[in-house]
């Protein structure tokens, strides 16, 4: 009897259902058959018939008008906060990669967001909408075989986000007007810094080329993702507001002329892989393609040629005057590399004349090398590759400007001597200056060898001097962005480069020999012409040689730049030369004093008593 029950009230609510429903479509139908959906229609991926552009979309010049016109990859229309795209048939279902980086704020500028695993985007039409697909690209099969067809159905793509179709440009080939603020001004680059307020964001800068368009977006988060109790010195004002710029790129893939290199163990590039099931090759059927640039000789037969294109690295005017020259020494030098195949003048410099160069550093038409400010210590390379083909595309450099402070501070920390900050008070006693040299370890259990200079002991008395150094002793990780960069890289997504973090403890190092170095050679004092002793304390403080921060600063950047040239790391290049040949120029300037500058090559300090050689390969 419950189970008669128990069925009768299920048939009655579902009768009540589905009559409720029949009456909600009767009520909601549009007059006449013009909107009814067909199977054809389907099939014909929504299509609209004649007429429908009138009758389901806004008119295209009432849309647009007032706008202004931008013309390029996509012909863009900037109205207010509205950014109108054309998207045109041929356009649709067509691959384009998708780079993004932070172009200001919160000290992160320049640090690139997807790089790595490169996003490649399609714009696909589904009835009155263009859905916004980012194409899963790990897999494949050969074309038109049943395996195709088992990949497509075990592997799909996945949909990002659907757009609705704000109008047809009948005029324009039938192009579909969406609006790109739909996608930028929502949380795209899967920033964690809390909910992005559309109200407070705004296009900061808008530009269209022939083969990509560049989109600059000045947002405004909530702070609500963000762990109150972790500080870091990003330069936020206030928490409720966290602003920054976002750089997006749509740029259309490059053309098919390009011949991908298989992978070789004995060569160290970085890779494009793909899973192939229909591969025939026994131990695997992971494909891998080295990422590398298209350098082509312009004349085959000549034993040096130049390059049919140059690549240009554009150096921004941030860059200090002193350190200009080794900066670009530091680019210049892989020429050497590229005439032993046959290219000479592979690479150049361009410094940036601001009346001259007007381009964005994120611009993937662009390598650029940018100085920034961010409080850490650390020089990255951001490459950039199509994952269909490894042909690179893009190899910015960014190198902090902390970094040189911090060699500087931990050099004068460690000998006892004034900061770069020029606060005498900031200079607390040290191993060296109490007269004994220590170990690292040691030196570090005691609370010697840190970032920053031990606070003074009335610092703990005074509170409103408690919060700067307790807010830069705090480490990266305690940077939002940085934690979910570092968790991507912990997943394989990207590979990343510790150089920084392994130069830091040999600086530290190299500054001891140093200084007990000197300080041995400047034992005697010296008299005047007047028969006084110099006051050494006063005049001849010890500095960092400029020739050893010089040659640093190049083997940095030469190692950057090997990452943006496609290198990864080399740890079998260290012990190419014995102790005896490493302070001999002779040698060191024609080999090197490392078989490969894409170490982590140790820094060189001579001995007491033996002529100093390079202090870097």
């Not at 890779?271 to 131990?283: C, E, R, T, V, W």
């Not at 000549?302 to 860059?319: M, R």
């Not at 902390?402 to 040290?430: C, H, Q, V």
């Not at 740890?571 to 500058?597: E, H, P, W, Y």
């Amino acid at each position: 009897m419950r189970r008669i029950l128990v069925i009768g009230w299920i048939t009655a609510l579902a009768v009540a259902v589905g009559s409720g429903g029949l009456r909600a479509d009767d009520d909601d139908a549009p007059a006449g058959d013009d909107h009814e959906t067909t199977v054809a229609d389907k099939a014909d991926g929504g299509t609209p018939k004649k007429g429908d552009a009138e009758k389901k979309f806004r008119d295209f010049a009432e849309v647009t008008k007032g706008a202004e016109k931008i013309e390029g990859f996509f012909i863009l229309h900037h109205k207010d906060e509205h950014l109108y795209a054309e998207i045109k048939p041929s356009q649709l279902d067509q691959p384009m990669l998708a780079p993004i980086a932070i172009a200001r704020g919160m000290a992160m500028a320049g640090q690139p967001l997807n790089f790595g695993d490169e996003w490649v985007l399609l714009f696909k039409r589904v009835g009155d909408k263009v859905q916004l697909t980012r194409r899963n690209v790990h897999y494949k099969a050969p074309a038109h075989s049943p395996l195709e067809k088992a990949v497509k159905q075990n592997y799909s793509d996945s949909i990002l986000l659907a757009l609705p179709i704000i109008s047809i440009n009948t005029s324009g080939g039938n192009s579909v007007v969406i609006d790109l603020a739909d996608v930028f001004f929502t949380n795209f680059a899967e920033l964690p810094f809390g909910n992005l307020d559309r109200n407070r964001t705004t296009w900061s800068k808008i530009k269209a080329f022939p083969n990509n368009i560049e989109l600059e977006v000045e947002a405004t988060f909530d702070g609500g993702g963000r762990d109150h109790l972790m500080v870091f010195d990003d330069g936020v004002a206030d928490r409720r507001g966290q602003t920054i710029v976002i750089h997006y790129s749509l740029a259309k893939l490059p053309d098919s002329s390009y011949k991908p290199r298989h992978a070789d163990d004995r060569v160290g590039h970085f890779l494009s892989a793909l899973k192939d099931f229909g591969s025939d090759n026994p131990d695997t059927n992971f494909v891998r393609q080295i990422n590398r640039w298209r350098i082509e000789r312009s004349d085959p037969k000549a034993k040096l040629s130049p390059p049919k294109k140059q690549l240009i690295w554009y150096v921004e005017s941030t860059v200090p005057l002193e350190y200009r020259p080794y900066v670009e020494s530091g680019i210049l030098e892989w020429n050497k590399a590229f005439e032993k195949i046959g290219i000479r003048n592979a690479l150049a410099v361009r410094w940036q004349e601001d009346e001259r160069d007007v381009f964005d550093p994120e611009d993937i038409n662009y390598c650029t090398f940018r100085w920034i400010t961010t409080g850490m210590t650390f020089a990255m390379s951001s490459p950039r590759a199509n994952p269909l083909t490894g042909e690179m595309i893009d190899g910015d450099v960014i190198f902090d400007a902390n970094w040189i402070r911090y060699w500087k501070d931990e050099y004068a920390f460690l000998t006892g001597t004034t900061p770069s900050s020029g606060r005498g008070d900031l200079a607390p006693p040290t191993p060296l200056a109490m007269g004994h040299v220590i170990s690292p370890i040691l030196a570090a259990k005691q609370g010697f060898g840190l970032n920053l200079p031990v606070p003074p002991r009335d610092r703990s008395l005074d509170p409103d001097r408690q919060s700067a150094p307790r807010v830069q002793a705090l480490p990266a990780e305690a940077n939002p962005l940085l934690t979910q960069l570092r968790r991507r890289q912990a997943s394989g997504l990207f590979t990343g480069c510790q150089y920084c973090l392994g130069l830091r403890p040999e600086m530290a190092l190299a500054a001891i020999a140093l200084a007990e170095r000197d300080k041995g050679a400047d034992s005697d004092d010296k008299e005047d012409e007047d028969g006084e002793k110099k006051d050494h304390q006063a005049k001849d403080e010890p500095k960092l040689p400029q020739e050893f921060l010089g040659q640093l600063i190049k083997e940095v950047v030469m190692h950057e730049v090997g990452h943006s040239l496609g290198l990864r790391h080399n740890f079998k290049a260290s012990a190419m030369l014995d102790a005896d040949q490493l302070n001999d120029t002779s040698i060191t300037r024609v080999k090197g004093m490392t078989s490969s500058v894409m170490d982590y090559n140790p820094i060189n300090i001579a001995p007491k008593g033996q002529k100093q050689g390079d202090y870097t390969t």
